[in-house]
């Protein structure tokens, strides 16, 4: 199956502050999703993004396919922007489940 | 639109029990996945169902695992004989394949601890 990879594992930002989180696929891919996993553990659906790009609020997202990676923008950091953001990706031929990455933790503070 | 809905949100069993999750996926939606997530992991794929026909498993699947998908509507994961080790998260997810359509929507999931 494809590989997917996120960086960085782990950021801390002071609210207020911009952040641009990274996923890079080994493959062609039909579908690229990002998320955010809540406390609880629901994964929020944040961009459906096999490429282009995309703006949704303070978030935004690209995905430039022939180079197989996906970034997702974070402008003015909130609070409640904390948690795990996960990248998701579904190869063209093969598999039909999506493969995740191993997630950014992202950590805000006031 | 209600969105995919999992029960039990939470299950706490002892090693050897039987226990039994259900999905119910967007309505229309034709196909249905399993996920498991792990501490610290992302999630990683089980089982998907087209319609009623259960069309793919992962190597993660033993034989304590089946799922079903009767009349291709609400999913059903059963795992046997409970291990300390199947203690996760298992999420359901739908999506509806059309024409380049492949995006998939996620249950709040089931919790399990196996003790």
């Known amino acids: 199956g494809i590989q997917v990879e996120q960086s960085p594992p782990d950021l801390i930002l002071q609210e207020g502050a911009n952040s641009t989180l990274r996923c890079n696929f080994s493959d062609s891919v039909n579908n690229l999703q990002w998320f955010h996993q809540n406390p609880w553990g629901q994964l929020i659906n944040l961009f459906y993004?096999?490429?282009g790009t995309k703006q949704n609020g303070r978030l935004s997202a690209t995905t430039v396919a022939t180079e197989r990676y996906s970034l997702l923008y974070i402008s003015s950091s909130q609070t409640t922007d904390s948690g795990v953001y996960f990248c998701a990706a579904l190869e063209m031929s093969g598999a039909n489940n999506l493969f995740f990455g191993t997630g950014t933790r992202l950590t805000v503070i006031p | 639109d209600t969105g995919v809905s999992q029960n039990p949100r939470h299950k706490i069993t002892k090693r050897g029990q039987n226990v039994t999750f259900r999905c119910d996926p967007i309505s229309e939606h034709n196909r249905l996945y399993w996920y498991r997530q792990t501490l610290g992991q992302g999630p990683e794929f089980l089982t998907y169902?087209?319609?009623?026909?259960?069309?793919?498993k992962s190597r993660l699947l033993s034989d304590r695992f089946s799922a079903e998908r009767p009349k291709g509507s609400f999913s059903t994961l059963e795992i046997q004989r409970t291990e300390q080790g199947d203690s996760a998260m298992y999420l359901c997810a739908s999506s509806l394949v059309a024409s380049g359509g492949y995006e998939q929507y996620f249950g709040p999931g089931t919790r399990l601890t196996v003790t």
């Open positions: 169902f087209q319609n009623e026909a259960q069309l793919e």
């Open positions: 993004i096999p490429s």
